[in-house]
């Protein structure tokens, strides 16, 4: 049987139209901002790393907040991650970025518009054939309102993937600071301003990208209904009602 998701969450067309557009080489995503001749167009994918999750539950979410650090400093509960309602196969999956080029000039100065334009975590290589809006576990789809999309938040305009069973030894790296400052992180480096905290008693990671001010999750899914790709957005269209 053929899966049909739930109207209340299907991405509407411009946004169902980026998620595909985004991670197709050499396509035309727009213009660029006041400049409506100089295109924006998808340069390539790059697969930044891989991730373990071997409790398949995944959080997508900020790997800290400021209040989030305020309230580890003083010892109080931090607020839970956003971890997402559907679960995934325990497995090891890849991280791609979708890199845009939109040349512009500022000041006289000249820039080569570089941005990502979505994170992609690939679960299979099965084809996708309708997108729906990720929840979270705490998320209630009857008080969604229409032309909404839940979405995480981030002070630094940074997101993660992680394992939520191994989250409290993944994140810390991003809570430790003294005296309000951060304190140099041991965390790899990866491609494309990426970070990765590996947890080996739980054989778990966390691989951080770039979100501006948070992202919208997008579960992208095959004919059957299984999750082939976990994308995040940030500043894209939206879904319509």
Avoid: H
Avoid at 41 to 69: H, Y
Avoid at 156 to 179: E, I, Q
């Amino acid at each position: 049987m053929k899966w049909v998701g739930d109207a209340r969450l299907a991405a509407g067309p411009e946004a169902a139209w980026y998620l595909e557009t985004a991670f197709t080489p050499g396509a035309y995503l727009g213009t660029v901002y006041d400049d409506p001749t100089t295109p924006i167009v998808v340069t390539g994918i790059e697969e930044v790393t891989t991730i373990r999750v071997p409790s398949g539950r995944l959080v997508v979410d900020a790997p800290f907040d400021d209040d989030d650090v305020s309230r580890y400093e003083q010892g109080l509960p931090t607020r839970p991650p956003r971890e997402l309602a559907v679960s995934i196969p325990p497995g090891v999956y890849r991280v791609e970025i979708a890199w845009t080029a939109g040349p512009y000039e500022f000041f006289g100065e000249y820039f080569d518009g570089v941005e990502c334009a979505a994170t992609r975590l690939r679960l299979s290589d099965g084809p996708v054939i309708g997108w729906e809006m990720g929840l979270g576990v705490e998320d209630d789809i009857d008080r969604i309102q229409p032309g909404k999309e839940p979405q995480f938040y981030s002070d630094a305009n940074v997101g993660c993937f992680a394992d939520a069973g191994a989250w409290t030894t993944l994140s810390a790296p991003f809570r430790a600071f003294k005296d309000g400052i951060p304190v140099p992180r041991d965390t790899e480096r990866l491609p494309g301003w990426c970070e990765r905290v590996r947890d080996e008693s739980q054989q778990a990671d966390l691989v951080t990208f770039g979100a501006e001010s948070g992202g919208i999750v997008w579960l992208g899914r095959t004919a059957t209904g299984d999750v082939a790709a976990i994308v995040v957005t940030s500043g894209m269209p939206g879904t319509k009602a």
